[in-house]
């Protein structure tokens, strides 16, 4: 989605008024979508901390 809206910001030909405004809201929603998705993925970033009864990201629980 960023990267549509980027390609009709940066693009090399004179483009209406319209599509250059439809460009940034492209990158805008874009850029939400992927700090939405970061957030949501926040307890995944802990691989390799073990806990009590579960698993160290290495396949072996113990």
Not at 19 to 30: C, H, I, K, Q
Request: hydrophobic content about 40%.
């Amino acid at each position: 989605m960023a990267g549509v809206g980027t390609v009709l910001l940066t693009a090399p030909v004179s483009l209406p008024a319209a599509v250059v405004t439809l460009g940034g809201y492209l990158v805008t929603a874009g850029g939400v979508a992927t700090a939405v998705s970061q957030i949501t993925n926040m307890g995944d970033d802990a691989i390799g901390e073990k806990k009590e009864g579960g698993s160290d990201g290495d396949g072996n629980s113990s």
